[in-house]
């Protein structure tokens, strides 16, 4: 039996976390743990907003999160958690689509704000920790994750395929 997902990404991460100065074993952790979920469509969309309907952007996240503020404090954590996780995958995995819409400076500024309110609503310390590191550092990390995507999640030569389809070729 091969590899689970969290260790195909660990490895991955860790070498090119290692490379960028990351390396902090709770960030790699954390990091790996997010590309092993997402590599699940259904785990990028799992939120819904209060018609049922999947919450798909950032904008979606955003207003649902203004709508739940005050009224859900376990719902509004979740929303800003999933908000740093969503906005780190797409900012490192997909930069240069960010990059040519002029969107990928919006996705660094929320997601660095949504790690460092994860990091204060967060009770367990060494969480927050990496929720605290996330935020500081999420331009190096989401350039980190782009580095490896190009460099170590290429596919073979010769062959043309989208830039998340390494996720799924395991």
């Known amino acids: 039996m091969g590899p689970s997902l969290f260790q195909f990404f660990h490895r991955h991460v860790q070498h090119g976390f290692c490379q960028a100065g990351l390396a902090e074993p709770g960030t790699i952790d954390y990091v790996a743990d997010i590309l092993a979920r997402f590599a699940h469509t259904e785990a990028l969309y799992p939120l819904r907003d209060h018609n049922e309907r999947h919450l798909t952007t950032l904008a979606q996240f955003l207003t649902e ?5 005050g009224c859900d404090r376990a719902r509004a954590a979740l929303l800003i958690r999933h908000l740093g996780e969503y906005s780190l995958f797409m900012s490192g995995f997909f930069r240069e689509r960010l990059r040519a819409r002029g969107q990928l400076a919006y996705y ?5 704000t949504a790690f460092g309110q994860s990091a204060d609503l967060e009770r367990n310390h060494s969480q927050a920790r990496v929720f605290w590191r ?3 550092d999420f ?3 989401a350039l980190a994750l782009d580095a490896i995507r190009q460099r170590q999640l290429r596919p073979p030569d010769g062959v043309v395929m989208h830039p998340a389809a390494a996720l799924w070729r395991m």
Do not use: A, F
């Open 108 to 112: 660094v500024d929320h997601g660095r």
């Open 134 to 136: 996330l935020q500081r």
């Open 65 to 69: 999160l203004e709508q739940t503020q």
């Open 139 to 141: 331009p190096k990390v």
